[in-house]
Nanobody, 125 residues
């Protein structure tokens, strides 16, 4: 069992930077593939970014490519999402997710085994 806890959300202005953290406890997450998703009320979860267990490969949604960076520190069992040049349309609840096995469908929420409770990011214009 893995527990995921996100932190770092808040209210920022457009153009500013936020870094989200996802701390894992329970089984070590160093061998897990990790992802970030976001959701706004009334809409489905949207893939944001994913990272392999080694950290050597990362994947991004087109909407955040070039602005967001996913990274991980396996020694700290923590995954990060650095969000630069934030836009009002980035406003959402951001969720961290983990899965044990490799999947080419890293952008699908159903592929993930564990989820955090989410952290709100609000970007004002």
């Amino acid at each position: 069992q893995v527990q995921l806890v996100e932190s770092g959300g808040g209210l920022v202005q457009a153009g500013e930077t936020v870094r989200l953290s996802c701390a894992a406890s329970g089984r070590t997450c160093s061998s897990y593939y990790m992802g970030w998703f976001r959701q706004v009320p009334g809409k489905e979860q949207e893939f944001v970014a994913a990272i392999t267990w080694s950290g050597l490969s990362t994947y991004y949604a087109d909407s955040v490519k070039g602005r967001f960076t996913i990274s991980r520190d396996n020694a700290k069992n923590t995954v990060y999402l650095q969000m630069n040049s934030l836009k009002p349309e980035d406003t959402a609840v951001y969720y961290c997710a983990a899965r044990r096995l490799y999947s080419a469908s890293y952008s699908l929420p159903v592929e993930y085994d564990y989820w955090g409770q989410g952290t709100q990011v609000t970007v004002s214009s």
